[in-house]
Structures are given as structure tokens and as C-alpha cells.
């Protein structure tokens, strides 16, 4: 009984030791995530950039030395999750109909985290409201 007990506590061990996000270089990133951030985020220093494994895929987060943050899905490379601290969310990479939307009803209001969810986008402006849209861009609805 001791043995199986010992067993299944190395097996858990080993579970979670590999289930804990290792930091990574920047070239460990998909193409398309390290074009994206020279692009767009060409002045910012990486602070640090952590690879989490999920249960079938990978997703890196990029920890800038601003306290700005930017995810991306590790199979397809395209950001799931934008978080500024400091400035705003690149126009670029928020969907024109949303920032149209932004500019038209909340004026004055900054984009400060944009992140991808099953229905959508969920962006919280400036001013603390959280504004959620469908995939096509449309308003779904806004908290406070």
C-alpha cells in the first residue's frame, strides 16, 4: 500500500511540475506572435515571456517591463488577450467595427485590455465599464 501511495504522489508531482508555466525566449514564440510584436509593441521591453501548457495546447504571455501584457494561443500564434497598464490597446489590433464603436459611444475612453472569449470580445475602456461584443463586432451588452 505505501508503494502505491508513493507511486501515485511521484505521478502527481510530476503533473504539476510540468503543468507549471516555464519561461521561454522570445524565439520559442509562433512567427506570427513575434512579427506581431515588432510591429506593434516595438518600443516596449519583454520583461519576461512564460509558456503555460493546457491540456492539448500552449499559450505564451508576454510580461513587458511597463506592466503591459499580451497572450497568445500557442498552435495558431494570434493574441487571445491584450492588458495595458500603461497607454492603450494598439488600434491595429482591436477589430475596426469595435473601435468604431468605442470612439462613437464611450468618446474620450481608452481601450485598456481586450481579450477573445467563445462569444466574442470582452474590452474594458478607460473609465471602467466593460463593454462585451459578438464575434461580428455588434454590442452585446456592458457592465460597470
Known sequence: MKKVFLALAFAAGTFFANAAPQNVSLDKLPKNSQELLQQDFSKEAVKDIQMDRESSWDKYTVHFTSGNMISFEGGSG??????????????????????????????GNQIKMIAKTNDGYQVKLSSGVDVYYDKDGNIAGATR
Do not use: F
Open 78 to 107: 494570434d493574441w487571445s488577450k491584450i492588458d495595458m497598464k500603461v497607454g492603450s490597446v494598439p488600434a491595429s489590433l482591436v477589430p475596426v467595427k469595435i473601435n468604431s464603436n468605442v470612439k462613437n459611444n464611450y468618446p
